[in-house]
């Protein structure tokens, strides 16, 4: 399995009361570690940007790194602000199942979503066939049918009509 980091919230580090949170190093590796995962992996960051940042031309890098891949299987962190966007840039590459996770809370707090969706993610990741998706939140949806609802501070999926 491969994992690119693109950053987002997922990575993010708070410094102080009087801090903004900042993008650091990804958390991945000791999530995975404590999880005591015994599959092969390897992580590469691609980006350290929270998604709001996030450029096509960094979207068409992404790109060109999971296609690269040697691995078939690819988990993307991701900020969640505009994960859908790139997740809908990825789509069509042959031979790959990416699934692309973030977070609503920073890896490193005590009360975050981030640990359970990676872990979601990864099972996904196994389970299901080639293609994109976007695992959030304990449910799987497809990026063309899927929003954030920041009120709600989830995702969710979009009701034709």
């Known amino acids: 399995m ?6 987002g919230t997922i990575d993010k580090i708070y410094f102080d009361a009087n801090s903004e949170f900042q993008v650091g190093d990804s958390p ?3 999530c995975l570690l404590e999880a005591n995962v015994t599959f092969d992996y390897s992580i590469e960051s691609v980006l350290k940007k929270d998604s709001l940042e996030i450029t096509e031309a960094d979207r068409q890098q992404l790109r060109q790194k999971v296609a ?3 691995e ?10 505009t994960m859908v966007d790139t997740a809908v840039a990825l789509a ?3 031979g790959k199942t990416i699934v692309l996770t973030g ?3 920073p890896a490193r707090l005590r009360f975050t979503d981030a640990i359970f969706n990676i872990g979601y993610a990864v099972a996904t990741l196994q389970l299901l066939g080639e293609g994109v998706y976007i695992a ?3 449910q799987v949806f497809d990026p063309a049918n899927v929003r954030k609802n920041l009120a709600g501070q989830r995702f969710e ?3 034709p009509g």
């Open 157 to 159: 999926p979009v009701r």
């Open 92 to 94: 069509g590459i042959a």
């Open 28 to 30: 991945l590796h000791e």
């Open 2 to 7: 491969k994992i690119l980091t693109t950053g």
């Open 72 to 81: 078939s299987r690819i988990l993307v962190t991701h900020g969640t602000d």
């Open 136 to 138: 959030m939140n304990g």
């Open 68 to 70: 690269e891949a040697t």
């Open 103 to 105: 977070a609503m809370q």
